[in-house]
């Protein structure tokens, strides 16, 4: 339990923490503000940094910083408080996603998650590269559905037959996005082509792994003409494993709170030694994205993002911003 102020080496880490959380073509679309009298970091979106043609309601955006919510939750636990989180503390600032507060009260009952996941967010990253056919144990399952559940989300493996409707859906999603121009434009302005690019955000060329020979895994296109680009294509796993993570609600608080499920979700699986991905086309189309739900009807669950999961390399690291470029140490007067 900490009981001292927090001091400049912990916040920097604590910060690192929650800047390494994925989001959206690595946009990193948050910023915080910290006020040292009450301890409390104030969790803003940043628009400037949104999709406005693949994420026009900015869920994306939400569920972005939801992500890096959970990061600063594990970090701020590791370094002994307790995170007191409000999700859209004040209706009249809409750009105020978030508050977390810390405290000094601390038990093992209080964290929510694995005393392990702090390590993991450093090791955490997306790997668009072909898994193994090694199946994920049963019990990790179990743990990674309980993870989500921790968060007010739930977390479903389906059937073979199922997971393969959710892949033609996702395929369809991509072959939209390669047809619209926009999309297009948006897309290549976050990709890295040039290796000694500085950039602190988007995603490097690397980083964007290769298309699937048999065209079974729809692994997205960021460039939108990759497929002209004769790159060469590699076999993907025959059999994979995808999860659907869902929400009972769909509102801006629902966002939040399945980022935050999501970012648990990839952190157990980092500790297990399992690798990730994100198939996120469908969630871009609302009426691609209302088909993935598991209702026969399609209503009772809003389906939020497909989880590629398996055994194999660790994909590369992406850049991230430095924690003194999107904290502010004092809060502003108002």
Known sequence: MRTEPLDAVTLEACM?????????????????RLDPGTLTFEVHGAPERSLRHAD????????????????????????????????????????LLATLRLTASHSRYATGHRSDLYPA??????????????????????????AAHTEGASLAFPTADETARLLRVTAE???????????????????????????????PREALGPQDTHERMPMRDFT??????????????ADPVIALLTTAHDRRADWLRAGQALEHVLLVATALGLRTSL???????????????????????????????????EGPATPRRVPRAVLDAERPDR
């Open 16 to 32: 690192s923490a929650a800047v390494a959380a994925p989001s959206f073509f690595n946009t990193q679309p948050w910023r915080y």
């Open 56 to 95: 026009p309601v900015a869920r994306a955006l939400h569920m972005s910083v939801g992500a890096s919510v959970f990061n600063l939750r594990v970090a701020v636990t590791h370094f002994g408080w307790t995170p007191v989180v409000r999700l859209l503390p004040r209706s009249e600032d809409t750009a």
């Open 121 to 146: 967010i450093s090791r955490r990253h997306s790997s668009r590269v072909p898994f193994s056919g090694r199946p994920l144990p049963p019990h990790a399952r179990v743990e990674l559905a309980s």
């Open 173 to 203: 999603a991509e072959r939209r996005n390669h047809s619209d121009p926009d999309r297009g434009t948006e897309s290549r302005r976050w990709v890295h082509r040039d290796p000694d690019d500085p950039a602190d955000v988007g995603i």
């Open 224 to 237: 939108a003409q990759r497929h002209l680009e004769r790159l060469p294509a590699q076999d993907f796993e």
């Open 279 to 313: 198939l996120h086309q469908p969630m871009e189309w609302p009426d691609l994205r209302r088909t993935l739900s598991p209702a026969p009807d399609h209503t009772g669950q809003h389906a939020q993002m497909l989880i590629r999961l398996g055994h194999g390399p």
